[in-house]
């Protein structure tokens, strides 16, 4: 329970730091997708999947031609052994 609310706490963390840093006309920023990626690997890199999946998830919304963004949260998923 207390990793969950840490990882969330990283994720809400690089959110906001990511929203105050975006660009005029909302669009996302280099900078924040590249904070997001290495939260993302370092989540999976401490096996903290659902964590990754969301911040994966994050990204994809930002930016939804991200083709690696895509690629990451499907490893993840694979990796959480969560595959159809």
Known sequence: MKRAVFGLVIVMTIAAA???????????????????????????????????ISVYSEIIGLDPDNTEAYKNRGNAYADKGDIA
């Open 18 to 52: 990511g929203y105050a840093q975006s660009g005029e006309g909302g669009g996302a920023s280099t900078k924040r997708i590249e904070q997001l990626f290495s939260a993302g690997q370092s989540f999976e890199d401490n096996q903290e999947y659902d964590e990754a």
